[in-house]
């Protein structure tokens, strides 16, 4: 039931910008923090963004290496959650996720990935 759909990705100069969206379906989507992962070839997984549920004020929180050039945002009303990316770098490069943990007990949960979206930065 739960379905997490990204779009945006594409090829990009350096410095240049993208921005990517995630439909949400399933799930109550204001309650739950929302992320982004990416993960490059040969990398482990990396945790980019994550805005939090509307129970503490959608609060967002960042690699450092996307600091100060990445914004995570999130429309409830649309089930959506955005990645504003600017300032793109070559390191920047990755298969970009969008994800959600619901929990399930007391010490568990369900994690939900969608398809994935390729973003390439190139010259």
């Known amino acids: 039931q739960v379905r997490l759909v ?29 992320s982004w992962y990416r993960q490059a070839p040969g990398k482990e997984r990396e945790l980019v963004a994550t805005v939090r549920g509307i129970g503490v004020g ?26 504003q990316m600017n300032s793109l770098k070559f390191e920047d490069t990755a298969v970009y996720y969008c994800h959600v943990n619901i929990p399930s007990g007391y010490y ?12 390439t930065v190139s010259s």
């Open 108 to 119: 568990t949960g369900n994690a939900y990935w969608g398809q994935g979206t390729q973003v």
């Open 6 to 34: 990204e779009s945006g990705g594409g090829l990009v100069q350096p410095g240049g910008s993208l921005r990517l969206s995630c439909a949400a379906s399933g799930f109550t989507f204001s309650t739950y923090a929302m």
């Open 58 to 83: 959608g609060i967002t929180n960042y690699a450092d290496s996307v600091k100060g050039r990445f914004t995570i945002s999130r429309d409830n009303a649309k089930n959506t959650v955005y990645l």
